[in-house]
């Protein structure tokens, strides 16, 4: 199931890409992030029509005598659908693993990790030259394994990055 997914997605983005009319203009490299859950990030089209997106992020919160860490990994891959002089319309399959510490027990902790296989519509503005701010929405299959020793759920849901979470691309590589 979950590979007919993704092999779906990539057969849908690949058909659609030729379409891409008069593109934004940007340098192909850019820092930024697309998921508030891994701010620190990168983006870099290979070609005019497909891109690389890596993000990660971590915190690491005290709580006393312990500290609970956080971890997460972001990819995915931007292929434009779509585009006009200054935004782009983007199907991007991506993938995410985020690994969290909870406690489990007075002074004991463990790690919840979701494992996550997304498929999404992004549209980025570019407010100047290389400068732009994106919002998405999509499907994403969640594989949850829980800390200790309780069973994994697998979740299938729909998701949207709006306005209260507006990624950003600045693009600074040539």
């Known amino acids: 199931m979950k590979t007919k997914l993704w092999i779906s997605l990539l057969a849908l983005a690949a058909a659609c890409a030729p379409t891409v009319g008069m593109a934004a203009e940007h340098a192909k490299g850019a820092l930024g992030f697309h998921h508030s859950d891994a701010p620190i990030g990168i983006r870099y089209w290979v070609n005019e029509t497909t891109g690389v997106d890596i993000g990660l992020g971590f915190s690491s919160t005290d709580q006393g005598d312990e500290s609970l860490k956080r971890f997460a990994l972001e990819a995915g891959a931007p ?73 994994s759920a697998t979740n299938f849901g729909t998701f949207g990055n709006g306005i209260t979470q507006v990624g950003f691309h600045m693009y600074i590589m040539e």
């Open 79 to 151: 292929f434009k659908f779509k585009s006009w002089e200054k935004v782009n319309v983007l199907l991007r399959p991506g993938i995410a693993f985020t690994s969290q510490d909870v406690f489990v027990a007075k002074g004991d902790t463990d790690s919840a990790t979701t494992f996550s296989i997304m498929g999404e519509i992004e549209g980025e503005l570019f407010l100047a030259k290389n400068f732009s701010i994106s919002a998405s929405h999509g499907l994403s299959i969640d594989i949850y394994s829980p800390p200790g020793d309780g069973d």
